[in-house]
């Protein structure tokens, strides 16, 4: 079946680096441009950043960009976060999905496949 | 703050509507943008909901639908079940940000 699988969440000092990863089976992950989302403890939705189906593109939140670096490896079905100088405000869980077609007029698609999550929590 | 806007929280008894609202710009829902919107269940990962306005996903019940007008869109939920409380988010593409997808900040729906 389809699924998104988020690893590599933990317990990380301030100032610090710590990388996601996102296992995609049971679809063809090389077909889907793919996002990273967070949510903090008690708060809403955060788009982070998205990539496109074969890499060529990525854009971030204004509050990640030139901290975090999305990424993909197509031959491994796997998406990446490297997260650099993180800070308290990064701690939140960290969700991988995909996203369903849409024409550029459309402005994005849904986000259709939601992986279970991934925890950071920035603290010394 | 966020660039789209939803009110904190709404309430209604079994079987009756409820709506969120979700109010935008120019830049996004007003230039024309998708809306799309999320279920949350406490302690899990979001749900696709409705997608581009007013579609549903395959096993979506139809008493969820979607609609948009100028700068703001709406998620109607009709007969409403205790299994409906949740929080629900909407989603559009904001041009003024680049590449950004944007989120609104979400109502907790209270079955009461």
Same mark, same amino acid.
């Given at each position: 079946?389809?699924?998104?699988?988020?690893?590599?969440?933990?317990?990380?000092?301030?100032?610090?680096? &710590?990388?996601?990863?996102?296992?995609?089976?049971?679809?063809?992950?090389?077909?889907?441009?793919?996002?990273?989302?967070?949510?903090?403890?008690?708060?809403? &939705?955060?788009?982070?950043?998205?990539?496109?189906?074969?890499?060529?593109?990525?854009?971030?939140? $204004?509050?990640?960009?030139?901290?975090?670096?999305?990424?993909? $490896?197509?031959?491994?079905?796997? &998406?990446?976060?490297?997260?650099?100088?993180?800070?308290?405000? $990064?701690?939140?869980?960290?969700?991988?999905?995909?996203?369903?077609?849409?024409?550029?007029?459309?402005?994005?698609?849904?986000?259709?496949?939601?992986?279970?999550?991934?925890?950071?929590?920035?603290?010394? | 703050?966020?660039?789209?806007?939803? /009110?904190? #929280?709404?309430?209604?008894?079994?079987?009756?509507?409820?709506?969120?609202?979700?109010? %935008?710009?120019?830049?996004?829902?007003?230039? %024309?943008?998708?809306?799309?919107?999320?279920?949350?269940? /406490?302690?899990?990962? /979001?749900?696709?909901?409705?997608?581009?306005?007013?579609?549903? /996903?395959?096993?979506?019940?139809?008493?969820?639908?979607?609609?948009?007008?100028?700068? *703001? @869109?709406?998620?109607?939920?009709?007969?409403?079940?205790?299994?409906?409380? @949740?929080?629900?988010?909407?989603? #559009?593409?904001?041009?003024?940000? *680049?590449?950004?997808?944007?989120?609104?900040?979400?109502?907790?729906?209270?079955?009461?």
């Amino acid at each position: 079946q389809v699924q998104l699988v988020e690893s590599g969440g933990g317990v990380v000092q301030p100032g610090r680096s &710590l990388r996601l990863s996102c296992a995609a089976s049971g679809f063809t992950f090389s077909s889907y441009g793919m996002h990273w989302v967070r949510q903090a403890p008690g708060k809403g &939705l955060e788009w982070v950043a998205v990539i496109w189906y074969d890499g060529s593109n990525k854009y971030y939140a $204004d509050s990640v960009k030139g901290r975090f670096t999305i990424s993909r $490896d197509n031959s491994k079905n796997t &998406l990446y976060l490297q997260m650099n100088s993180l800070r308290g405000d $990064d701690s939140a869980v960290y969700y991988c999905a995909t996203e369903g077609p849409y024409n550029i007029s459309s402005g994005s698609g849904g986000l259709d496949v939601w992986g279970q999550g991934t925890t950071v929590t920035v603290s010394s | 703050q966020s660039v789209l806007t939803q /009110p904190p #929280s709404v309430s209604g008894a079994p079987g009756q509507r409820v709506t969120i609202s979700c109010t %935008g710009s120019s830049s996004n829902i007003g230039a %024309g943008y998708d809306v799309h919107w999320y279920q949350q269940l /406490p302690g899990t990962a /979001p749900k696709l909901l409705i997608y581009a306005n007013n579609n549903r /996903p395959s096993g979506v019940p139809d008493r969820f639908s979607g609609s948009k007008s100028g700068t *703001s @869109a709406s998620l109607a939920i009709t007969g409403l079940q205790a299994e409906d409380e @949740a929080d629900y988010y909407c989603q #559009s593409y904001d041009s003024s940000l *680049s590449g950004s997808r944007v989120f609104g900040g979400g109502t907790k729906l209270t079955v009461l």
